[in-house]
Nanobody
Framework: QVQLVQSGGGLVQAGGSLTLSCEAS????????MGWFRQAPGKEREFVAA????????AYAVSVEGRFTISRDNAKNTVYLRMNSLKPEDTAVYYC????????????????WGQGTQVTVSS
């Protein structure tokens, strides 16, 4: 069974930093592209960042580019999202997701999803 287990969410003050982790099992991790999405109450799920299999390339939403960094450690089957200079508008439930090989930005194109973790940025 494929499982994506997330950790690292929480409450942080505006301007602070937070790192999310997502550990995958039950799939050939190095052959999958990984993505991060977020969803705030009453809003659609939003693409945040994605990383391809090695040699890795990355993609970011305009709203987070320059502040967030996605990375992966294939030896640990884990993808990370480092979030710097957090803003209240970053508050959402964050989800990691996996799909074969290539980066895509549409949530419907990802096959597997983590359980989600709350990130709350206070003013």
């Amino acid at each position: 069974q494929v499982q994506l287990v997330q950790s690292g969410g929480g409450l942080v003050q505006a301007g602070g930093s937070l790192t999310l982790s997502c550990e995958a099992s039950g799939l050939p991790f190095s052959g999958y592209a990984m993505g991060w999405f977020r969803q705030a109450p009453g809003k659609e799920r939003e693409f945040v960042a994605a990383i391809s299999r090695a040699p890795a390339s990355t993609a970011y939403a305009v709203s987070v580019e320059g502040r967030f960094t996605i990375s992966r450690d294939n030896a640990k089957n884990t993808v990370y999202l480092r979030m710097n200079s957090l803003k209240p508008e970053d508050t959402a439930v964050y989800y990691c997701a996996a799909r074969p090989t290539t980066i895509m930005m549409g949530a419907a194109l990802y096959d597997h999803w983590g359980q989600g973790t709350q990130v709350t940025v206070s003013s």
